[in-house]
């Protein structure tokens, strides 16, 4: 089993920033992917930002130029800096971690940390 462990969430005004931590710990045999998904109220879980084994990052439109997505593999450990902070950012935020065993993926969730942007 793979444990994530969160932190970074809370209340910020618009144009603030905020920085995400995961850390992950357990039976981890290969790391493919680590990253972030979001969930706001009435709307389906979406990516924001993710970063592959290789250094490769992917994100959401939305958050292109804003949000950027770092990790130490060493550690198991990913980071997401949040700057600029709008309304539309506001949600529950989990980690995932996605790893390979063979030509298997597992994907593993966080518990949720809430980044509520408000005036």
């Known amino acids: 089993q793979v444990q994530l462990v969160e932190s970074g969430g809370g209340l910020v005004q618009p144009g603030g920033s905020l920085r995400l931590s995961c850390a992950a710990s357990?039976?981890?045999?290969?790391?493919?992917?680590m990253g972030w998904y979001r969930q706001a109220p009435g709307k389906q879980r979406e990516l924001v930002a993710r970063?592959?084994?290789?250094?490769?990052?992917n994100y959401a439109d939305s958050v292109k130029g804003r949000f950027t997505i770092s990790r130490d593999n060493a550690k198991n450990t990913v980071w997401m800096q949040m700057n600029s902070l709008k309304f539309e950012d506001t949600a529950v935020y989990y980690c995932?971690?996605?790893?390979?065993?063979?030509?298997?993926?597992?994907?593993?969730w966080g518990q949720g940390t809430q980044v509520t942007v408000s005036s």
């Open positions: 357990g039976s981890i045999f290969s790391i493919y992917s």
């Open positions: 970063i592959f084994s290789g250094g490769i990052t």
């Open positions: 995932n971690v996605k790893t390979q065993r063979s030509y298997d993926y597992y994907d593993y």
